[in-house]
């Protein structure tokens, strides 16, 4: 008991690209884009409304002592599910069973 660890390591840059529409994007997406003071949920900063489409990473600077920070990994990680659940679709998902 107690003897399995789950370390927190770093991830060395040039592992993972993604194409270059999805990286410039998420550049983009680093002035375009925040957490709203309501409710916490994204936003875009020209409207202040949660944005239609995202494309790229929401929120890509995540800063050391930004208060936000950990709310805003949050929604980078989750985005797509939320925006997937958002759609027209029926149950918000599509399951393909092979």
């Known amino acids: 008991m107690g003897a399995y660890e789950?370390?927190?390591a770093s991830w060395p840059e040039g592992i993972m690209r993604y194409e270059?529409?999805?990286e410039r994007a998420t550049r983009e997406n680093a002035t375009?884009?925040?957490i709203g003071p309501d409710a916490g949920t994204?936003?875009?900063r020209a409207t202040s409304k949660p944005p239609e489409y995202v494309y790229g990473i929401p929120l890509p600077?995540?800063?050391e002592g930004d208060p936000?920070?950990?709310i805003e990994a949050v929604w980078n990680q989750f985005h797509?599910?939320?925006q997937q659940g958002t759609s027209q679709r029926e149950g918000g998902s599509e399951v393909k069973w092979i």
């Open 61 to 63: 600077d995540l800063g």
């Open 20 to 22: 270059e529409s999805f």
């Open 68 to 70: 936000l920070a950990r």
């Open 80 to 82: 797509p599910c939320w």
């Open 6 to 8: 789950n370390p927190i």
């Open 32 to 34: 375009r884009h925040d």
């Open 42 to 44: 994204t936003i875009e």
